[in-house]
């Protein structure tokens, strides 16, 4: 089956400083999209970035990430987090299985960003 | 746009009790969810359903049942609530496509069994 490790539970960071978030997965099946969820306190996760090409940088407010399919990776990053970056994040992957079409994301078990003036 | 509506937003129920917990979507997506959120364990699959009456179990299926009367509505059902159980169920909704899909969430309900 899939899996999505993420290797820190809790990353603090000083506002202004650089956030990297750790991403790596396994799966047995056709892979075809890799997520970023964010989930602020009381709401409901939402995408932050998708990605299903090979080496290609995808950006969306502030943050980036690249699928390297060679390192089974998908990292996220952001030059200068900001104290509303707090928040839980999620990596996860989507794939295909026996009859073509997705099942649901499995995600990873995620990592608490907190931000400090 | 849509919205995912969860109700109740608190659920309290007592040791062996069943509960049920609703999820509408406006989106008019074909697929819902169920996933279990609990602190330090991510999101984990519970049921999920790609058309009205259909059903598939995910990984964490046991000890629930789910329903999808229409289109538009997902309910699941705790069978029995285990002591001192407490988790976050969130609903989600998509289209359904051989490419990737997005998932939308609702905000959850939040179960605690006494």
């Known amino acids: 089956g899939d899996s999505v490790t993420q290797t820190e539970g809790l990353v603090t960071v000083t506002e202004g400083l650089p956030v990297k978030l750790n991403c790596t997965y396994q799966t047995t099946y056709l892979t075809i999209a890799f997520f970023w969820y964010v989930q602020y306190l009381n709401e409901a996760p939402q995408v932050l970035l998708k990605?299903?090409?090979?080496?290609k940088r995808t950006e969306h407010q502030g943050f980036h990430a690249t699928l390297h399919k060679s390192s089974s990776s998908f990292h996220l990053q952001k030059s200068s987090a900001q104290l509303s970056d707090s928040a839980l994040y999620y990596c996860?992957?989507?794939?295909?299985?026996?009859?073509?079409?997705?099942?649901?994301?499995?995600f990873g078990l995620g990592t608490r960003v907190s931000v400090f003036p | 746009g849509g919205i995912i509506t969860q109700t109740p937003k608190f659920l309290i129920g007592q040791e062996g009790q069943k509960l049920t917990l609703k999820c509408q979507q406006n989106f008019n997506h074909d697929t819902m969810y169920w996933y279990r959120q609990d602190s330090g364990k991510g999101l984990r699959l519970i049921y999920y359903s790609i058309t009205e009456n259909d059903l598939q179990k995910g990984d964490l299926s046991e000890g629930y049942d789910a329903s999808r009367e229409k289109k538009s509505s997902f309910s699941l059902t705790v069978t029995s609530a285990q002591k001192n159980e407490m988790a976050v169920f969130l609903c989600?909704?998509?289209?359904?496509?051989?490419?990737?899909?997005?998932?939308?969430f609702g905000s959850g309900t939040r179960l605690t069994v006494l």
């Open positions: 990605s299903s090409t090979d080496n």
């Open positions: 996860a992957l989507s794939d295909h299985k026996e009859d073509n079409y997705a099942q649901g994301l499995t």
């Open positions: 989600a909704s998509s289209i359904r496509t051989a490419s990737a899909e997005t998932l939308y």
